[in-house]
């Protein structure tokens, strides 16, 4: 289990998005991706997933690399993006074993359909479309969905986006429980996110990776994850 990020840069035409951003991940472990919108969070995610090719740089997951090995790459990822791309007329069941379908066989799928129902707690909502869920539960289904085939590192862009408490307290918890077994990388650019869930922060600002430390060690001295993101971003500036 590795996830290995070296030098990425990507330009979109003149604006540059990232620049020569590194990090590695080798233990499961939630990984706090912080920073504000537009610090180039969700393309280095789309980068990490073979969606988008780096102008430069590397990443491995692994020991295989994004580039040259991209369908095995694929397999050992789970992706949920910010805007959960559920098909609102699939019932529950029928959506897992849909998704199920693409990566497992297809004598494997019901079994890991009900595994991952319960390991989410789906499972008094199972009967219904998705489209008749509320947001709490199409974020569960989503999940549901990224973990199925089992991968060794989750992406999650944004999952706590719009929930009300209960349902905000349940995803965090959820995702911790994952934590415990996968490398997660979790964004988001709500501090309070990261200190509930996450054990380590990678801050981006600007397309520049700020900080990477663990949590405790990143706020010694401060008040808030607010106060570091403030001063650390302001530094960035500066140079």
Do not use: W
Not at 54 to 79: A, E, H
């Amino acid at each position: 289990m590795l996830l290995q990020v070296e030098k990425i840069s990507k330009f979109y035409g003149a604006q540059k998005a990232l620049d020569e951003v590194s990090f590695c991940v080798q233990d499961a472990q939630v990984v706090g991706l912080l920073g504000p919108n537009g610090a180039g969070k969700s393309t280095l995610m789309k980068i990490i997933c073979c969606y988008l090719p780096p102008d430069s740089g590397s990443v491995s997951v692994c020991g295989m690399d994004t580039l040259k090995q991209s369908l095995q790459v694929r397999r050992r990822i789970g992706y949920l993006s910010e805007h959960n791309p559920l098909y609102p007329d699939m019932y529950v069941r029928e959506y897992l074993d849909f998704i199920g379908g693409i990566h497992l066989d297809a004598r494997k799928v019901a079994g890991r359909r009900e595994e991952v129902i319960a390991l989410t707690g789906l499972g008094r909502e199972a009967h219904k479309k998705a489209g008749q869920l509320s947001k709490g539960y199409r974020q569960r289904l989503g999940l549901a969905a990224a973990i199925i085939h089992e991968p060794d590192v989750l992406i999650l862009d944004e999952p706590t986006s719009g929930l009300d408490p209960n349902q905000l307290e349940e995803i965090r918890a959820l995702v911790r429980e994952i934590g415990k077994q996968k490398i997660v990388l979790f964004s988001t650019h709500i501090m309070q996110e990261v200190q509930a869930v996450c054990e380590r922060v990678l801050l981006l600002n600007q397309g520049r990776l700020a900080a990477d430390a663990p949590i405790e060690e990143l706020m010694r001295g401060e008040d808030s994850l607010e106060a570091v993101f403030h001063r650390l971003t302001q530094t960035e500036q500066a140079l």
